[in-house]
């Protein structure tokens, strides 16, 4: 079974930063793809940044483009979402998602395909 703990939420005043990070137990971490999404209240579940196995391969939401920045430490099978210049509208559950890929250098941002989930950590912007 491969778990997924996410931790790094919490409350943040508009225009701080907060950084999200995943940790997967999986092997090889390499393997898996690995993706963040967002849920607000009364909204679907929406990507938010995605990551190959390899690291190099990245898919960025526009409405998150150039604030957020999506890493990984295969080392320490552990991915990161670095999150700057936050919002109001950037409050949400925050998951974080892996799926199994053949190939080191894949990546999706559709949520059903993703066959693992975390818990969720919740993202408040507030004054």
């Known amino acids: 079974q491969v778990q997924l703990v996410e931790s790094g939420g919490g409350l943040v005043q508009p225009g701080g930063s907060l950084r999200l990070a995943c940790s997967a137990a999986v092997r090889p971490f390499s393997h898996y793809a690995m993706g963040w999404f967002r849920q607000a209240p009364g909204k679907e579940r929406d990507v938010v940044a995605t990551?190959?196995?390899?690291?190099?391969?990245?898919y960025y939401a526009d409405s998150i483009k150039g604030r957020f920045t999506s890493s990984r430490d295969n080392d320490k099978t552990t991915r990161y979402l670095q999150m700057n210049s936050l919002n109001p509208e950037d409050t949400a559950v925050y998951y974080c998602a892996a799926k199994w890929t053949s190939s080191t250098r894949v990546t999706s941002s559709t949520p059903t395909a993703y066959n693992y989930w975390g818990q969720g950590t919740q993202v408040t912007v507030s004054s």
């Open positions: 990551i190959s196995g390899s690291g190099d391969i990245t």
